[in-house]
T-cell receptor
Framework: EAGVAQSPRYKIIEKRQSVAFWCNPISGHATLYWYQQILGQGPKLLIQFQNNGVVDDSQLPKDRFSAERLKGVDSTLKIQPAKLEDSAVYLC???????????FGSGTRLTVV | KQEVTQIPAALSVPEGENLVLNCSFTDSAIYNLQWFRQDPGKGLTSLLLIQSSQREQTSGRLNASLDKSSGRSTLYIAASQPGDSATYLCAVPANQAGTALIFGKGTTLSVSS
């Protein structure tokens, strides 16, 4: 089966600019997650979707971050305006259900200068 | 609030050694625990998923154990190889109802030939 696809792989932007990341999960996986991984840390959940509804966005900085999952398939994560501390790898993952494991994409490495 | 700790943060061993990576979690009411591998610049690859009813899982040279009552899991790697060099992350569900994960900071393993 095809994996979780993410693009772009790398992005360098200046602070206060905007950026968007795209994710296509494994076909049939109802749950989609965006995680932020700062260098030297484990991934931290930003937002979780079940189909096209938000399950958990409690750790999403809503003043600058937004995410959507139209039609319950692809998802985009946007940052506007970016700050230096947003430099991280943004990982998308999907899962089938509670019993199944996760599949992660390769991530997007964002550098804010 | 669930917290996950991994010890040691880094480990260097010569090829052929058996080794143990440790993971501890503060809330024992988990329904599973996962071990992931992360190569530099890459996403996470699921290695082993242990359900709460199980005490261990094995895959090739990897064996993961789970002791819910003490809040601990170990990942045992037998006969280590240079290709095992990576960061190993332990993760548990954030709560009983959901599937979002709480990760440790990881153990970075270096196996020298």
């Amino acid at each position: 089966e095809a994996g979780v696809a993410q693009s772009p792989r790398y992005k360098i932007i200046e602070k206060r600019q905007s950026v968007a990341f795209w994710c296509n999960p494994i076909s049939g996986h109802a749950t989609l997650y965006w995680y932020q991984q700062i260098l030297g840390q484990g991934p931290k959940l930003l937002i979780q979707f079940q189909n096209n509804g938000v399950v958990d966005d409690s750790q999403l900085p809503k003043d600058r971050f937004s995410a959507e999952r139209l039609k319950g398939v692809d998802s985009t994560l946007k940052i506007q305006p970016a700050k230096l501390e947003d430099s991280a790898v943004y990982l998308c993952a999907s899962s089938l259900d509670r019993a199944g494991g996760y599949t992660f994409g390769s991530g997007t490495r964002l550098t804010v200068v | 609030k669930q917290e996950v700790t991994q010890i040691p943060a880094a480990l260097s061993v010569p090829e052929g050694e058996n080794l143990v990576l440790n993971c501890s979690f503060t809330d024992s009411a988990i329904y599973n625990l996962q071990w992931f591998r992360q190569d530099p610049g890459k996403g996470l690859t699921s290695l082993l998923l242990i359900q709460s009813s199980q005490r261990e899982q094995t895959s090739g040279r990897l064996n993961a154990s789970l002791d819910k009552s003490s809040g601990r899991s170990t990942l045992y790697i037998a006969a280590s190889q240079p290709g095992d060099s990576a960061t190993y992350l332990c993760a548990v569900p954030a709560n009983q109802a959901g599937t979002a994960l709480i990760f440790g900071k990881g153990t970075t393993l270096s196996v020298s030939s």
